[in-house]
Structure formats: structure tokens, C-alpha cells
């Protein structure tokens, strides 16, 4: 398991944006697919948004109707979501997930296929 830390989380209005970042020290961060997932006070943690290992493939839930954009600087060993036309449902605790995946273009969704998980960071969208 690698070392995630998520920040970028806050306080914003109902239609605005923020961008969220999660970082690693691990020197192989190009070699590992990454993810964020959310929960909601009270329910189960949720997929938003996957990246390959180059950035070349990106998988998105449903439910962000073309609202959120995943993206990754291997460079820096971050990974962003930039999240636009926010809206009250959408807070939550936000989380980072890598899996080890080499020589590949996957990006996965499934909880069960992330290995490494950050603390989280908190999203609140006032009404």
C-alpha cells in the first residue's frame, strides 16, 4: 500500500467549483492506476472518476454528468479532480485510491480493485 494524501476540500455554493489534489511519495506514481471515490454522511463510498497510468484512458460515474474532469501529473505524482456546477448532493468525504497496474491503459471502478486509499477530504456544497 502506497502513501495517498488528499487536499483541496471546502466550503463552496451550490453551481461553483473546486478542484481537489492527491499526492504520493511513491517513485513508481506512473506505474499505478488512480481513482476518487465519495461518501456521503450515512451511505456506502461511491466511484467518481479513474485514470490510467498515462492519463490516456478515464472512466467517470454516471451521476457526474460531465460536471467532474480526473486528470494526472505523473511528473509531480498527483493526481486532480476538477469538479464544476457543484451541487448540495455532491458533498461528501472525498477519497484517493491507487492500484498497482504497469504496461497498461485500464482504469478501474470498483473499490475491490484499489489497494491504497487516502484519508480523505471533505467536500460541502451549501443549497
Not at 477519497?95 to 498497482?100: E, L, T
Request: hydrophobic share 30%; with cysteine.
Amino acid at each position: 500500500q502506497i502513501h495517498l494524501v488528499e487536499t483541496g476540500g471546502g466550503l463552496v455554493q451550490a453551481g461553483g467549483s473546486l478542484k481537489l489534489s492527491c499526492t504520493s511519495p511513491e517513485h513508481s506514481f506512473s506505474d499505478y492506476v488512480m481513482a476518487w471515490f465519495r461518501r456521503a454522511p450515512g451511505n456506502r463510498r461511491d466511484f467518481v472518476a479513474s485514470i490510467s497510468t498515462t492519463g490516456g484512458t478515464t472512466h467517470y460515474a454516471a451521476f457526474n454528468e460531465g460536471r467532474f474532469t480526473i486528470s494526472r501529473n505523473n511528473a509531480e505524482a498527483t493526481v486532480y479532480l476538477q469538479m464544476a456546477s457543484l451541487k448540495p448532493e455532491d458533498t461528501g468525504v472525498y477519497y484517493c485510491a491507487a492500484q498497482y497496474s504497469p504496461g497498461t491503459e485500464v482504469a478501474y471502478s470498483r473499490m475491490s480493485d484499489f489497494g491504497s486509499w487516502g484519508q480523505g477530504t471533505q467536500v460541502t456544497v451549501s443549497s
